[in-house]
């Protein structure tokens, strides 16, 4: 047990050392970084002996473009076992601690689930012992910061960087050299395959900035790596020719703008020159980074593949591929098919693409002008990989036309999700329905050639995170029913059931409830004066704006019940709607939806008879902060996306570890959570992706429109009311789409939706049976931590135990 005069004394000497400040002169962020500083000094020896330990091991290496961490003080000290003692400590010097804690800004490096699933994946791993590393950007600004101005997103820059990072430390000894351009010449005429010098190229040195990830109580640190750019200390080959050193130093400076900014989620079709050097650059580092790892701790290059797995989060990764094929080749002197053989079984490759259209493509005259031997190697793995094909399957022309990873057209394109599969060794859907519409609808000719490659890893969130660091109340709850030994084995949350009957326990999870709500309805009053009323059902929907998200489907819910209140019909639970999420910046109907939401706000808020039944709310600028807010507060769960086009979605879980009720598309991990949770347990509605994929283009929107009553009334009072507001016109585009085309299926599952929505309403009635569900979903919830999906991979996949 440490003492708390031990780490107030570690506190204090932070202070006092590294930031120059007594508590007469430090400001609340001053004693937020010495904290930090402080607990950071509580798991360094770990760090370095968990990396020592590991030497000579197997290891995966996690490759992410993103990374959603949240806020890391109050999580490692609760890994670490110290909150309390840090606690005692802090008091004792007449700090709020609270206060201290909301000084940690969220570490949000990513725009979607995908950044949310790497962090857990990470926690998991470490905690689980694993020999690992996870490879990020360090980008200069994260996501965007998001205010609401008018009812209409505005995006500001999101400076995460500007008052210091407690947690990284700087590896300058381990940067390396990414090029860009020049040209290439063969070492060896009668070496067709290589190996090339690549020459007179524009150099980007990468920086590593190393971030812990402490796993839970258990001595194991493992690293989190992100790659800076900075300028090389070279001028452009051009200096010679205008000797202008400011303009030289100018077009230096442009090499950092590499890791400046992450890019927002948009059309990934969209080729740009910075996000293909972004990509090229964040994997050319990692590759020649696991080399050197490699080969300091072995001594030579052989024996790679038996001591490397590495594992691709999304395509934006493929280039790692053919630069490990460059570097083997040009670099190791190793022969074109044994690289190719070590290649294959070292690469496993995770998917979340639910549209064949919409994997990320690239032209090939952009590649070949920024990377040229790059280029060079993805088209000699095409030409040898078609070789191959026409070798055993003849020559099919429509084969090699589908499975060939230039796709033909005006301008050639490389089909980056292609090569991901074709150099992995797996091949991973998410879901167990994304799989399904991965092998048959985005990469159907791979999986009828390569079946073997292709498997289901249902993503899971980490429990200990979104509960028992997020929800302590709850976590002291559940340990005192059933004993800690959840929070390292989430299977055992299975005993929670025996007391889903108990009058004791279904108090206790009652009074937790009360007290977040209160908590969030305090928040919302501080920070925007919302005034909520923490005996509603709190009705919340946070995921990223977007149409598949069918944000739209949930206020036309809202819009269904106003009329239905105005009419004198009044029989529904009293609900506060709380909207939270982010549009990307180009997406101009979501950001349309985040404006439609406001106008119903004002629309509900502002009639005395409707707020008192109901209350809407958007809360901007929304990250993992605000989420461990929402989990713990909410009393029912958006999970409606629409069903082919969600592959599979973690906000569900998080919910329902903590005792959240949830109304469920059928599509993505709705469908698991359907089948382990209980049908009789959630409220699934709507049509399943098979059936709506069927349809084929047979959908008419305007039938259904026509047939329903309740949804012409709808439409008719945002026409009316959008004609009187001056900005009501902005969001026409976004009703057009739902009459005219509505891909989205919002229309056609709106009547099962609303009837699922009454269910939720005479359930909450009776608060004894809706508490009993509550604690069922969290007792059922064991095997959606991603403690399973982690030991799932690291058997049939990585195979590093």
Not at 331 to 340: D, F, S, T, V
Not at 473 to 489: E, F, Y
Request: charged share 25%.
């Amino acid at each position: 047990m440490i003492d708390f005069r031990h780490l107030r004394d570690t506190y204090t000497l932070y202070l006092r050392n590294i930031l120059a400040k007594d508590e007469m002169s430090a400001t609340d962020y001053d004693r937020f970084m010495a904290l930090a500083y402080a607990v950071r000094s509580e798991f360094v020896s770990h760090w370095i002996s968990t990396q020592r330990e590991h030497i000579g091991s197997r290891r995966v290496y996690v490759l992410s473009m993103e990374y959603t961490l949240g806020k890391s003080l109050y999580n490692n000290m609760v890994n670490l076992g110290i909150e309390e003692a840090f606690t005692e400590a802090v008091n004792s010097l007449g700090i709020s601690f609270r206060g201290l804690f909301e000084k940690d800004d969220d570490f949000d490096l990513g725009n979607s689930g995908k950044a949310r699933s790497a962090a857990c994946i990470l926690e998991s791993i470490a905690t689980l012992g694993l020999p690992s590393m996870g490879y990020g950007m360090r980008y200069d600004f994260g996501q965007f910061r998001q205010e609401i101005k008018n009812g209409s997103q505005v995006e500001f820059p999101n400076d995460w960087l500007h008052k210091g990072h407690p947690w990284e430390i700087v590896r300058p000894e381990y940067a390396c050299v990414v090029k860009f351009s020049g040209d290439i010449a063969r070492v060896d005429n009668g070496k067709p395959l290589g190996p090339y010098e690549w020459k007179n190229a524009e150099e980007v040195y990468a920086v590593p900035y190393d971030v812990p990830i402490v796993g839970y109580r258990n001595d194991a640190v493992n690293t989190l790596r992100l790659w800076s750019a900075r300028a090389s200390e070279e001028f452009l080959p051009d200096y010679q020719n205008h000797n202008d050193y400011v303009r030289a130093c100018e077009e230096k400076s442009q090499s950092g703008r590499i890791t400046k900014v992450l890019f927002p989620d948009e059309d990934v079709r969209r080729a740009h020159d910075l996000r293909i050097r972004q990509q090229y650059f964040f994997v050319s580092a990692v590759i020649q980074d696991i080399i050197r790892r490699h080969k300091h701790n072995c001594g030579s290059i052989e024996g790679l593949d038996a001591k490397v797995a590495i594992h691709l989060n999304g395509s934006r990764c493929a280039l790692a591929i053919p630069e490990m094929m460059r570097l083997l080749v040009d670099h190791e002197g190793i022969e074109w098919k044994r690289a190719w053989g070590m290649t294959q079984s070292i690469f496993s490759y995770s998917s979340s693409a639910v549209h064949r259209e919409h994997i990320e493509t690239w032209p090939v005259y952009k590649i070949g002008q920024l990377l040229p031997r790059v280029m060079q190697v993805i088209f000699d793995i095409n030409a040898e990989h078609l070789d191959y094909l026409r070798s055993h399957s003849g020559h099919d022309v429509d084969l090699m036309r589908n499975i060939s990873l230039i796709e033909e057209g005006e301008v050639k394109r490389i089909r980056f999700a292609d090569m991901a599969v074709l150099g992995s060794s797996s091949v991973s859907g998410i879901s167990a329905q994304h799989t399904e519409i991965i092998t048959k609808h985005v990469f159907p000719i791979y999986y009828r050639q390569y079946p073997e490659k292709f498997n289901c890893k249902t993503s899971g969130v980490s429990h200990r995170r979104w509960l028992h660091c997020a929800n302590r109340p709850l976590s002291a709850l559940i340990t005192r029913a059933i004993g800690d030994g959840w929070v390292r084995r989430s299977e055992e949350l299975s005993k929670l059931e025996h007391y889903a009957k108990s009058a004791e326990t279904l108090k206790a999870f009652a009074n937790v409830k009360s007290r977040a709500k209160s908590e969030l309805c305090a928040s919302l009053r501080e920070m925007f004066g919302v005034a909520f009323d923490a005996t509603m059902l709190f009705d919340v929907h946070s995921r990223p704006i977007h149409m598949s998200k069918r944000q739209t489907l949930h206020i036309l819910y809202i819009l269904h019940n106003y009329l239905k209140i105005k009419s004198g019909e009044k029989s529904m639970c009293r609900r506060a709607h709380i909207f939270a999420g982010k549009a990307s910046p180009s997406d101009f109907l979501a950001k349309q939806i985040i404006h439609l939401v406001n106008i119903v706000s004002d629309i509900v808020n502002g009639d005395p008879e409707a707020r008192e039944y109901m209350r809407v709310a958007f809360i901007p600028n929304f990250g993992v902060g605000w989420a461990e807010r929402l989990v713990t507060a909410a009393d029912l769960s958006e999970q409606i996306s629409t069903a082919p086009f969600e592959p599979c979605g973690t906000f569900n879980m998080k919910f329902a570890f903590n005792g959240v009720l949830t109304v469920a598309s059928r599509g993505g991990s709705n469908i698991e959570l359907i089948k382990r949770i209980g049908e009789e347990n959630i409220f699934a509605f709507g049509k399943t992706a098979e059936e709506l994929l069927s349809m084929n283009g047979g959908y008419n929107p305007a039938k259904i429109l026509a047939e329903s009553e309740s949804l012409r009334a709808i439409f008719a009072l945002l026409d009316s009311h959008l004609s009187k507001i001056p900005d009501g016109h902005t969001v026409y585009p976004l009703l057009s789409s739902l009459r005219d085309a509505d891909r989205n299926f919002v229309l056609l599952d709106f009547a099962d939706y609303i009837n699922k929505q009454e269910a939720v309403d005479a359930l909450f009635k009776n608060k004894g049976a809706w508490d009993s569900k509550c604690l069922l979903n969290i007792s059922r919830m064991g095997w959606f931590s991603t403690d399973r999906l982690v030991r799932d991979f690291a058997a049939s996949v990585w195979k590093i135990i």
